[in-house]
C-alpha cells in the first residue's frame, strides 16, 4: 500500500454528514434498512449495475437479486459493449 493509506478494519456509518465506527451488526442492520426502504419505492425504486466483465455466475446473481429480492426488472450488465 501506498504512504498514509490504512487499510479499513471496521465498518463505518454514516451520522450526521460524518463517518463514525460501528459495529457489523449496527451496519448490516443500516444496509438492510437502505435496502427495505427501495424496495418498498416499488419497481424503480432500485437498480443494478453489473460488469460484463465478471463471471455469468456473478451477473446471474446479480440479476436474482434485483428481480427476486427487490423486486425490480431494473438491470444493467453492460453486456452489448
Known sequence: MGEGLERLTQPLVR???SLRP???????SRAAAGFDAAR?????GFG???CSKTTNEMNFMAQ???RVVMGSN????????
Open 40 to 44: 418498498r419505492l416499488g419497481p424503480n
Open 74 to 81: 431494473n438491470v444493467d450488465s453492460c453486456n452489448r459493449t
Open 22 to 28: 460501528a459495529s457489523w451488526d449496527e451496519a448490516l
Open 15 to 17: 451520522e450526521g454528514g
Open 64 to 66: 436474482k437479486f434485483t
Open 48 to 50: 443494478m449495475f453489473s
